[in-house]
């Protein structure tokens, strides 16, 4: 998290210390997180969603609040597959483990293959209306992505989701991609046809019911 770290600010009393740490974080537009211990506040350029709670246990603060929050986050009950990771510690869950800090050390990333693919199980059957992505900054790997979703865990039996046919966005944009029909199904899948090629997804909310 030090690469995010923005920078810390010491009150003299502890009244009102919340609404002014959230109002620091607010006037800096680089800052999506801040954390309180004591009368320190801390701000981060770190994007966590609101299902992560690592923060709090691994620096000891005592409480953090993000914005970057999507209700119905089917994302930490799933389990994703893909063929192979590289380098080999970045595996498929580093999209969901709820962190992301402007590096591919936070993001999941497939071996470059033959037509790569992202396979997420939800475990169960959901009503899923929404994406959105957080994708590696140097812009690549999420170029000519076919979605797909349905019931089946073979990837080419299921309808079409949507199609992300552009370039991949910068690391403080999000990608938000909505479904072309309303789909109720348990499997979630990226693919790129194309040789040798890539996915990477640092950080999935996936919106559903």
């Known amino acids: 998290m030090g690469a995010c770290f923005l920078e ?3 009150f003299d009393f502890r009244e009102q210390r919340f609404q002014r740490c959230a109002n620091l974080c607010l006037w800096n537009p680089r800052c999506h997180l801040f954390c309180m211990i004591g009368n320190e ?4 350029k770190t994007w966590v969603t609101a299902e992560y709670s690592g ?7 005592d409480s953090c609040h993000t914005s970057w929050f999507y209700e119905n986050n089917l994302a930490p009950k799933t389990v994703h597959t893909i063929p192979s990771a590289f380098p080999p510690e970045n595996q498929a869950p580093q999209s969901v483990n709820g962190y992301f800090c402007y590096s591919t ?5 497939t071996n ?3 037509n790569p693919w992202w396979l997420i199980d939800l475990q169960g059957q959901y009503l899923v209306t929404t994406l959105v992505l957080k994708l590696r900054g140097d812009e690549k790997d999420f170029e000519n992505v076919i979605i797909r979703f349905g019931n089946s865990s073979t990837m080419s039996l299921n309808p079409i989701f949507n199609v992300h046919p552009g370039k991949t966005p910068s690391d403080d944009t999000d990608l938000i991609i909505k479904a072309l029909n309303a ?3 348990r499997y979630l899948s990226f ?3 194309l040789s040798p090629a890539a996915i990477t997804i640092c950080e999935i909310q996936i919106i559903g019911t």
Request: hydrophobic letters at 40%; one cysteine or more.
């Open 191 to 193: 693919q790129r046809f």
């Open 55 to 61: 923060m709090g246990q691994d620096y000891g603060f």
């Open 41 to 44: 506040c801390n701000l981060f």
């Open 183 to 185: 789909t109720v199904g």
């Open 105 to 109: 050390d936070s993001c999941g990333i």
């Open 112 to 114: 470059f293959m033959s």
């Open 8 to 10: 810390k600010f010491l």
